[in-house]
């Protein structure tokens, strides 16, 4: 194999050759309005028929924690108690982020006024 055969193979280069120039420009124009449109739109291409999964709750993650930290309370290696560690910060975290997202009440909120 030679390098000119590598570089521009059979197949490749009689599909180019059947090519007119009417479909090279449509090429070339359909590329210029679809980088002009990546902006407009955002650049994602993003199939909208596929259901966009939605984020696990903060109670979700509290429990997958609270699971994982069961896994590993057998193990005793150097890794699982960083690894510990790391999730007990991560779950404090979460819960201090709990705490500061409420909203002060008062008793008389709860009571309907006739």
């Known amino acids: 194999m030679d390098v000119e055969s590598l570089l521009n193979p059979a197949g490749e280069s009689h599909a ?3 090519a007119s120039d009417k479909e090279i420009y449509q090429c070339v124009i359909d590329s210029i ?4 449109n990546i902006e407009i ?7 909208e028929d596929i259901p966009i999964e939605p984020h696990p709750t903060r109670r979700d993650v509290l429990k997958a924690v609270s ?17 510990e560690a790391i999730l007990g910060s991560f779950k404090r975290q979460l819960r201090l982020e709990a705490t500061t997202s409420l909203k002060e009440t008062v008793i008389t909120d709860f009571f309907q006024k006739s």
């Open 16 to 18: 180019l050759m059947e």
């Open 41 to 47: 739109n955002g650049g994602d291409n993003v199939d």
């Open 33 to 36: 309005v679809a980088h002009e």
């Open 67 to 83: 699971t994982i930290n069961r896994y590993i309370d057998d193990r005793n290696d150097p890794i699982t108690r960083k690894f």
